[in-house]
Nanobody, 114 residues
Framework: QVQLVESGGGLVQAGGSLRLSCAASGSIFSDKAVAWYRQAPGKQSELVATITSGGSTNYVGSGKGRFTISRDNAKNTVYLQMNNLKPEDTAVYYC????????WGQGTQVTVSS
């Protein structure tokens, strides 16, 4: 059974850092482009960052310059390092394959206090 598990969220003060992890079980992640998304309360889901199977990265929106997406294919895991967090980064963060979406995981809550 394919399962995505996001972890690493939490409550941090503005300016702090978190590293999110996205682990895939039952599916090979290493040959897939993967994205991190987030959904803030009352808002639509938005794309945060993508990473191709070859490791090329792209960032969208306010995370540019502060977030870094990376992957460890041996662990079938994709990461999102988030630095200099701001209150507007508060959201539930999800990951998924870009072109062949898998069943969505529960996400991980990130809350940034001012």
């Amino acid at each position: 059974q394919v399962q995505l598990v996001e972890s690493g969220g939490g409550l941090v003060q503005a300016g702090g850092s978190l590293r999110l992890s996205c682990a895939a079980s039952g599916s090979i992640f290493s040959d897939k482009a993967v994205a991190w998304y987030r959904q803030a309360p009352g808002k639509q889901s938005e794309l945060v960052a993508t990473i191709t199977s070859g490791g090329s990265t792209n960032y969208v929106g306010s995370g540019k310059g502060r977030f870094t997406i990376s992957r460890d294919n041996a662990k079938n895991t994709v990461y999102l390092q988030m630095n200099n967090l701001k209150p507007e980064d508060t959201a539930v963060y999800y990951c998924n394959s870009v072109f062949t979406p898998l069943p969505w995981g529960q996400g991980t809550q990130v809350t940034v206090s001012s």
